[in-house]
T-cell receptor
Framework: DAGVTQSPTHLIKTRGQHVTLRCSPISGHKSVSWYQQVLGQGPQFIFQYYEKEERGRGNFPDRFSARQFPNYSSELNVNALLLGDSALYLC?????????????FGEGSWLTVV | AQSVAQPEDQVNVAEGNPLTVKCTYSVSGNPYLFWYVQYPNRGLQFLLKYITGDNLVKGSYGFEAEFNKSQTSFHLKKPSALVSDSALYFCAVRDYLGGADGLTFGKGTHLIIQP
């Protein structure tokens, strides 16, 4: 079975531009979360989507948004890009929202803002 | 908020020797603890988790972790290290983040296995 898949793997954007990152969860998984990993740090929770609704958000500005589609895939959108948005963006999926469920991560999308 | 701490930035071990990567936690209630591994320029791979039950948890690639409630620790261990185990290891705790169920990660520990 395929794991969590993300696209694109790498991209370069200019300050002020907009970016869209895509994620397909593991088949049967209904929960998708997004994390930002800045070089040298652990991943930081951005938000979680479950049954197409945002269920919670970490400490990230409104420039970050996402949506989940009926097939449970998800898009992360970032507007008005800043240099500090350069990071590895990780998508994660789990079967349900239950705390004991394992969260599986994709390979990530490397975003460089110049 | 829940938190985990990984006190070592880097751990160096000779191939064939046992390895330990340390993690301590601070939580309210019962902790749900996880270990992930990240190879260079890759995503995170799940190794193992502790939810409840036996304090010794066995995971992928021969890794195991020991949950110690009195010391609030969840150290990752392996009896005999391989060069291919060299990677960045993250300890994480399930946390209630902005209304959602997410993971709070430690800062990571670089594990270097020397031939």
């Amino acid at each position: 079975d395929a794991g969590v898949t993300q696209s694109p793997t790498h991209l370069i954007k200019t300050r002020g531009q907009h970016v869209t990152l895509r994620c397909s969860p593991i088949s049967g998984h209904k929960s998708v979360s997004w994390y930002q990993q800045v070089l040298g740090q652990g991943p930081q929770f951005i938000f979680q989507y479950y049954e197409k609704e945002e269920r919670g958000r970490g400490n990230f500005p409104d420039r970050f948004s996402a949506r989940q589609f009926p097939n449970y895939s998800s898009e992360l959108n970032v507007n008005a890009l800043l240099l500090g948005d350069s990071a590895l963006y990780l998508c994660a999926s789990s079967f349900e929202r239950i705390s004991g469920n394992t969260i599986y991560f994709g390979e990530g999308s490397w975003l460089t803002v110049v | 908020a829940q938190s985990v701490a990984q006190p070592e930035d880097q751990v160096n071990v000779a191939e064939g020797n046992p390895l330990t990567v340390k993690c301590t936690y601070s939580v309210s209630g019962n902790p749900y603890l996880f270990w992930y591994v990240q190879y260079p320029n890759r995503g995170l791979q799940f190794l193992l988790k502790y939810i409840t039950g036996d304090n010794l948890v066995k995971g992928s690639y021969g890794f195991e972790a020991e949950f110690n409630k009195s010391q609030t620790s969840f150290h990752l261990k392996k009896p005999s290290a391989l060069v291919s185990d060299s990677a960045l290891y993250f300890c994480a705790v399930r946390d209630y983040l902005g209304g959602a169920d997410g993971l709070t990660f430690g800062k990571g520990t670089h594990l270097i296995i020397q031939p």
